[in-house]
């Protein structure tokens, strides 16, 4: 079946550091992938998302680029702040499932 | 536009108990999905409704159950509760067209003792 594999955590960094968090997956077909990130006491919001292969999806300077080569969809960002500390998770979707299926999620805290 | 809104907050039942979670899609979306969240399994689909139609369903008990409105309004049960059923119950609607695109809410946080 379907399934997603996201690097585990927790990811500590320092404010101004480089985030990768490296995201996998196996489907059938080519599935629509996307970022999710959870703030504490939060539902999930929609970070970004690709839809076809080479897409990259971008939001608040994380950016993830759909590999079918490699099944992978890594975020990415440049220079993280305090304010991006929370759980992300990658997830995808696609035929006529209707529904998400998600990793298990990357606790993410950014030290000042 | 409102967003997708989840009653109650928070839950304590008792096992062997019943209970009901309602959650209120943004407004024109007509698919509604829930999930379950809990540190050691992580988010687990449970079922989707589009129409007061299920068009698919997780891999959970028939202790499970949902339903939808004609409002696009949706509810889920869960009957004879269980120590393991503690979870946040996450609500998500979509557009039609973009089905795969949800829309998630606060959640319920069901503690049951």
């Known amino acids: 079946g379907n399934s997603v594999t996201q690097m585990e955590g927790p990811v500590t960094l320092s404010e101004e550091a480089f985030l990768t968090i490296n995201c996998t997956y196996t489907?059938?077909?080519?599935?629509?992938l996307f970022w999710y990130v959870q703030y504490p006491g939060e539902g999930l919001q929609l970070l970004l998302k690709?839809?076809?292969?080479?897409d990259k999806g971008s939001n608040k300077g994380f950016e993830a680029t759909y590999r079918k080569e490699t099944t992978s969809f890594h975020l990415e960002k440049g220079s993280v702040q305090v304010s991006d500390s929370a759980v992300y998770f990658c997830?995808?979707?696609?035929?006529?499932?209707?529904?998400?299926?998600f990793g298990k999620g990357t606790l993410l805290t950014v030290n000042p | 536009k409102a967003g997708v809104t989840q009653t109650p907050r928070y839950l304590i039942k008792t096992r062997g108990q019943q209970v009901t979670l309602s959650c209120s899609p943004i407004?024109?979306?007509?698919?509604v999905s829930w999930y379950q969240q809990t540190p050691g399994q992580g988010l687990q689909f449970l079922f989707e409704?589009?129409?007061?139609?299920?068009?698919n369903k997780g891999n959970f008990p028939g202790r499970f159950s949902g339903r939808q409105f004609s409002n696009s309004r949706s509810e889920m049960n869960v009957s004879t509760l269980e120590l393991g059923d503690s979870a946040l119950y996450l609500c998500?609607?979509?557009?039609?067209?973009?089905?795969?695109?949800?829309?998630f809410g606060p959640g319920t946080r069901l503690t049951v003792l």
């Open positions: 998500a609607s979509s557009l039609v067209q973009t089905y795969n695109e949800q829309f």
């Open positions: 489907a059938t077909g080519y599935p629509s």
């Open positions: 690709a839809t076809k292969a080479d």
């Open positions: 997830a995808q979707s696609g035929g006529s499932n209707y529904k998400l299926t």
């Open positions: 407004s024109g979306h007509r698919s």
């Open positions: 409704y589009f129409s007061e139609t299920q068009r």
